[in-house]
Nanobody
């Protein structure tokens, strides 16, 4: 129902844009979030786009480097990542929240998850 794509290998300092297609969702959804999970670490929140007001919240460590946007016509939410570092290497997931109606970085509040796309930052 959610399709994440756009991952790949990028050099340190480079940029990459991930896409999350939401066309497979049935019914309303209130927020689309990006999470990531690095090897051996817990899944962590990156950003959350609120459908209601069109605003995005970011976890502090990603502010200024990562940008989330939405193309409504294409049913796609993007995560633009700049100035990538080796520690950004992770599987990136998008998730949809359909019941609470608010953005959060709590994994359990999300009802649908994409399959994940691997980003590797390495020279």
């Amino acid at each position: 129902q959610l399709q994440a794509s756009g991952g790949g290998l990028v050099q340190p300092g480079g940029s990459l844009t991930l896409s999350c297609r939401t066309s497979g969702l049935v019914g309303n959804y209130y927020a689309i979030a990006w999470f990531r999970q690095a090897p051996g670490k817990e899944r962590e929140g990156v950003s959350c786009f609120s459908v209601d007001d069109g605003k995005t919240k970011y976890e502090d460590s990603f502010k200024g480097r990562f940008t989330t946007s939405r193309d409504h016509a294409k049913n796609t939410v993007y995560l633009r990542m700049n100035s990538l570092k080796p520690e950004d290497t992770a599987v990136y997931y998008c998730a949809a929240e359909t019941t609470i109606g608010a953005c959060s970085f709590i994994k359990g509040t999300y009802d649908y998850w994409g399959q994940g796309t691997l980003v590797t930052v390495s020279s």
